[in-house]
């Protein structure tokens, strides 16, 4: 191929340079800005966690006041936003609408467009993170035909999204601390994992100078996959299907067939246990103490498949881990989020890892516009035939 590596997938190609997220595979290590996953999931809060991959550092109380502030001033969406609702179905899945109504942004914020004036890149910023939860639980009130409720601004910024989810107009909403914190969990083990598919597409898309709403849309999009963020629901989907522990065994049988892969294992750079499953397990069992569920079938079920899997040759030497979205459904489902939900939680948390390597690569001055080669394996040159030739 000449001067050019071909490397399908990319499995050996680093395509930028980047100081936010800090993955080693080999040894299941994740740190965002140095900060250990473990750590961060256990004594920091979500929005706290987004101040840090977008600025470098943890926030201060004066800082991180401020930044709860702006980001509070931004959740709701304009009038004329919500209106769009009501040209999708009913049963659209809300990826679908997320796709579009996060794209439709740009059509309300033209100073999102000169994307190399900071001050613009950091309001839109802090516009996508406001945004994206209010976008998020309306698409979900939109497909079980309920009010819309407004953004509250006493709650925190998980609180506000569950009470956007779950409030009524007629009753008043008081959060389960346990559930809240449990989100926040996901979201902040969510947030960031350096160039995965859909981060990848968001500096591709952004490469070109594209705003940063189609940018994140253009994420959104790659992100609903069953390989990538629609593996929650996937999995969740896999431990109804299997339904019972005696039909474990048959299972990963028809997985080390090759007739279906083991949805929630497996991942392209943890060669080890993903760290975040590890949190996502503990996070799963209090959340079912909480909710007197700790017999929840489909908890122990997803438990023995891990125990069977990780003693299985075929797991062990193709070195498949749970990965953390083996025991994210679970959680989630237990919170109360239906199925079709899922992977637009894993959008709303990766906003953030999202505009934050957006913004890292546009503000690298010398960033250029991304551009792959191929390995041409077509028709060699021909001339053409008239149709009544051919
Ligand atoms: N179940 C069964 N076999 C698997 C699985 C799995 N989940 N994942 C990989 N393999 C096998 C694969 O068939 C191949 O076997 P062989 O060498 O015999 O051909 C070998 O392991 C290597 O797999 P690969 O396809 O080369 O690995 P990859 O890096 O291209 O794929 C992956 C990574 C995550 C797409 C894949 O493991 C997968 O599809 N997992 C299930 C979906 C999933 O849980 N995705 C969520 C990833 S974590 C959340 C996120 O960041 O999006």
Redesign the pocket.
Known sequence: LGVFTYDP?FFSTSSCTSQITFIDGDAGLLYYRGYPIEQLADKSDFLEVCYLLLKGELPNKAQKDEFKSVITRHTMVHDQLARFYNGFRRDAHPMAVMVGVVGALSAFYHDSLDVNNPQNREISAHRLLAKVPTIAAMAYKYNIGETFMHPRNKFSYVENFMYMMFATPAEEYVPNPVLVRALERIFILHAD?EQ??STSTVRLAGSSGANPFACIASGIAA?WG????G?NE??LKMLEEIGDVSRVADYVQG?KD?KY????????VYKNM?PRASVMRQTCYEVLKELNLENDKLFQLAMELEKTALNDS?FIE?K?YP????YSGIVLRAIGIPTNMFTVIFAVARTIGWVSQWNEMVGDAEQKIGRPRQLYRGATRRDFVPLAKR
């Open positions: 997938a994992h995965n598919a992100l069953p390989a990538h963020g593996a996937a999995a997985v090759k892969k083991l949805m929630g294992f497996g991942h392209r993903d075929y193709r498949l990965n953390v979205d083996f």
